[in-house]
């Protein structure tokens, strides 16, 4: 196999960044990832102090994020000019009431650029550089799902909308590649190796409505799921909140008999929901926006039954395959089922590059230990969940 | 040495791309109003056509020059998904929604694994995205493999080195899936192909 040439790489592209950009200072988009980091550390080889960092605080972070990505990035071998502008207030604003997934990344995306126009102006920078990757602009482009960083590649010109031109030097690479180019200009491993966050942050975790109480349990929930997941090192790992509600279908026997034939269970121990929030997926390079199917299974003595991720990943795979609108399958992992308004979903997933993914083999210790958690946390939570979908059907966020 | 991709709009087209890259051969996306003049100037030694979120018959039209070239091209050519489907089509095939459409994992099963899937097994994990199929083949065309759900998985014409697979060898998660892309550089690197009259010569 040819390997890709990081160093190769970085030569051409600071050549090119010094090439357009002359004597001009630049902004950078900075949110701590690998990605806009190492974009950040490419442009400062090239231009040194006349790029401009800048963190914005959504408020859609993780507990404690802001300040940790500020001293990781401001201080120590990066050392990068980066200042933090609090917008959390406008972010709740602009996607206050927002139900539907489209629309909120939407919202997002205007109140995201909106606030780099305004940068911009006060900065007089006529340049934003971004840490857009590949499968960003054809997730995008292909109308799976709107990233927040692309603008250019589905016609909206930043000049003419925001004022200013974009540089995004890591537009054709892959997540894989975006690391190698991070540990050849030596980024710590803590960011180079650093699961993927997306630039609408927890907002696209919470399924639905955003509101601060939902934002509150998640947060509380993610960082459980970080704590437990951390050692098993699954490319991604996360938690969603999605309101504990069932959708009202007439397909749910035929979910109740494949669920119950596929986990070799009888029908009337196996409980099949469907939710009423919706969960984005790609089938057949199309986005479906569809339903969540929220299976339980019970073992003769009335304890949860606990099924290996095969035999739950190949339920999801007739369940998908057999009820048109089905994008997802999660499975109960929390002993526990109470009263509350709220549920949360654990993901992680296996990838190279993020175009395809498959459900992580986490364990039932570890999932149970991590629901009791979540559930202690978390009063509002009524029960916890296993996503066990691959991507296709499902993306690896939820919306 | 290049391996053109013919970009039909699919999630995928451009992991191609960077297979075919690992694999030693230049590779690039083109757009399907690609002409047999252009690939003669770009040096090609075979051609991939990539995926799609387009239903075939009805978005024929909307595939360029494709449609005319695919008769008269010469050098081989090896279509993934819609690209399959279109080769089905193209020879007068039938595609068809399927009955029950695959999403991620599926099992194949090789029935006879000519060029194409020399060195895969009896069978394999594939991952798999769609929601049509090929139901029917042309006498020209041959299955090669199936799934539980789906009859057709791969195909070869049974006089040119012209190859279809239903699933998708370019993404990380089909097991093997790079031995695909070795069979088919081999076949672009003027092996003979197993079928005997050659008009590509």
Known sequence: MQDFEAKAFVKGQVDEIRKVLGKERALIACSGGVDSTTCAVLTHRAIGRELVCVFI???????GEPERVVKMLGSGPLSLPIRLVDMRKEFLEALAGLEDAEEKRKAFRGAFYDAFREIARKEGCRFLVQGTIA???????GGIKTQHNVLEQIGISAVEKYGFKLIEP??????????EVARYLKVPSAISERQPFPGPGLSVRVVGTVTEEKLGMLKKASQVVEEELERLAPEQYFAVVMEDADEKRETLDKLQSIASRALGVSERRVKARVLKGRATGVKGDIRAYGRVCALTALDEDGS???PSLDTLTSAQVKLVS????????IYRTSEEERRGSLLVVVRAIRTRDFMTADPAEVGWSVLSKVS??????CPPVSSVYYDVTSKPPATIEFE | MSVPVVNLGGQYNHLICRMLTELGVESELLSPDLTLQDLREKGAIGLVLGGSPKSMPEDLISLGNLQSIIHDIKIPVLGICLGHQFLGVSFGGVVQRALRPEFGPARVYVDAEDDILEGMGRSFVAWLSHNDELVRLPDELEALAHSRNCRIQAVKHRARPI???QFHPEVVHTRGGDQVFRN???VCRGRRPRSGSLPYS
């Open chain 1, 304 to 306: 949860l039954h606990k």
């Open chain 2, 163 to 165: 190859y279809g697979v």
């Open chain 1, 170 to 179: 890591l537009a054709y690479l892959y997540k894989d590649q975006v690391r």
């Open chain 2, 184 to 186: 088919f550089l081999k």
């Open chain 1, 372 to 377: 009791k958690r979540i559930l202690g946390a």
């Open chain 1, 135 to 141: 499968p960003d602009w054809i997730e995008t482009k």
């Open chain 1, 57 to 63: 605080d959504t408020g859609f972070m993780r507990l």
């Open chain 1, 322 to 329: 057999g009820v048109p609108g089905l994008t997802r399958v």
